[in-house]
């Protein structure tokens, strides 16, 4: 089963990572406070310390990830979905990802510009969902992506 990264593993985060572990896979969910690690690791994914407004800090996490799920639209950060997106796509070339999954920002409709860019410049499999689309939207999305 691939690994699934998923970059902002709040509560919608959290219940993403429940149902892919229940499915088998393995995986890896970011979050900026060190508090909130107990509840990621709860849901059996491996929880990891990352800020997504420091894309540095979210390097390491992209190690033996197949797909990585930018679960962030409905963060109300617009730099989320433009210079740190970019930079976050451009980074992905040279690691194992294999496909990204982009939750659409409420704030910010840039953003589907940027992953469909790096999609067309990387070939790298891009689906796009709504911002709050449901469990089952995102399960899609990540299966499609992880086949």
């Known amino acids: 089963m691939p690994r699934v990264l998923i970059v902002g593993c709040g509560c919608r985060g959290r219940e993403l990572a429940s149902a892919l ?55 109300e950060a617009p730099h989320l ?28 409709p840039g953003g589907i510009a940027e992953v469909e860019m790096a999609g067309d410049t990387w070939q790298i499999p891009i689906r796009v969902v709504e911002a709050g689309a449901p469990l089952a939207v995102l399960l899609n999305a990540v299966r499609e992506l992880a086949t």
């Open 81 to 108: 979905h433009a210079g740190r997106l970019r930079m976050f796509c451009e980074k992905t070339v040279d690691t194992p990802v294999r496909g990204i999954v982009y939750e659409a920002s409420v704030v910010s």
């Open 21 to 75: 572990v229940a499915e088998g896979h393995v995986v890896r969910g970011t979050t900026r406070s060190p508090g909130a690690m107990e509840a990621i690791c709860a849901t059996g994914a491996e929880p990891y310390l990352g800020d997504p407004d420091r894309i540095v800090t979210l390097m390491d996490a992209l190690s033996a990830v197949t797909v990585a799920v930018w679960l962030l639209g409905t963060v």
